[in-house]
T-cell receptor, first 114, second 112 residues
Framework: NAGVTQTPKFRVLKTGQSMTLLCAQD?????MYWYRQDPGMGLRLIHY???????AKGEVPDGYNVSRLKKQNFLLGLESAAPSQTSVYFC?????????????FGSGTRLTVV | SQKIEQNSEALNIQEGKTATLTCNYT??????LQWYRQDPGRGPVFLLL???NEKEKRKERLKVTFDTTLKQSLFHITASQPADSATYLC???????????WGLGTSLAVNP
């Protein structure tokens, strides 16, 4: 099993450009999450989904949008990139969202906005 | 305020010794607490989960304890190896069952 696959692995954007990060999981997990990880800030939840067709805001949703049209895919969009969005982005999935199941993470996308 | 704290200073130990990492939390009453390992440039990897009604959980050389009175979890790696060198994160569910709250992690270096 591949687990959670993120694409791309690296990207450099100019301020104001847009892009979409793709996350795919093959474990039939209901819950999927997008995090960003910054030095000294830890993992912060951007958006999450509790099932196909659903999305919800996390703690730092501004400037991002998400979609989950298929159960296995969770897309993160940056509408107009800003230098403050320079970060490492991780997608994760879990069987359920009660905290009683471990999360499976992708390998991350390192995004630089110049 | 609610927070979760892990040792910010890196932990350096000699190969073969037991590493003990601490996770303290305030103002939460988590039902679960989880531990992850993260290597540089990689995503976190789930290691162990412990429930509030469990005092201890083991998996091979790993042991986790959960003291809801002290609001603390300890993560032990026995017979440590250089390959155990990584950052270890703790996370707990925080009332809203759809979210985990994450610590900043503790860096562990096991010296040969």
């Amino acid at each position: 099993n591949a687990g959670v696959t993120q694409t791309p692995k690296f990207r450099v954007l100019k301020t104001g450009q847009s892009m979409t990060l793709l996350c795919a999981q093959d474990m039939n997990h209901e819950y999927m999450y997008w995090y960003r990880q910054d030095p000294g800030m830890g993992l912060r939840l951007i958006h999450y989904s509790v099932g196909e067709g659903t999305t919800a805001k996390g703690e730092v949703p501004d400037g991002y949008n998400v979609s989950r049209l298929k159960k296995q895919n969770f897309l993160l969009g940056l509408e107009s990139a800003a230098p403050s969005q320079t970060s490492v982005y991780f997608c994760a999935s879990s069987l359920a969202g009660t905290g009683g199941y471990g999360y499976t993470f992708g390998s991350g996308t390192r995004l630089t906005v110049v | 305020s609610q927070k979760i704290e892990q040792n910010s200073e890196a932990l350096n130990i000699q190969e073969g010794k037991t590493a003990t990492l601490t996770c303290n939390y305030t103002n939460y009453s988590p039902a679960y607490l989880q531990w992850y390992r993260q290597d540089p440039g990689r995503g976190p990897v789930f290691l162990l989960l412990i429930r509030e009604n469990e005092k201890e959980k083991r998996k091979e050389r790993l042991k986790v304890t959960f003291d809801t009175t002290l609001k603390q979890s300890l993560f032990h790696i026995t017979a440590s190896q250089p390959a155990d060198s990584a950052t270890y994160l703790c996370a707990l569910n925080a009332g809203n069952n759809r979210k985990l709250i994450w610590g900043l992690g503790t860096s562990l270096a096991v010296n040969p």
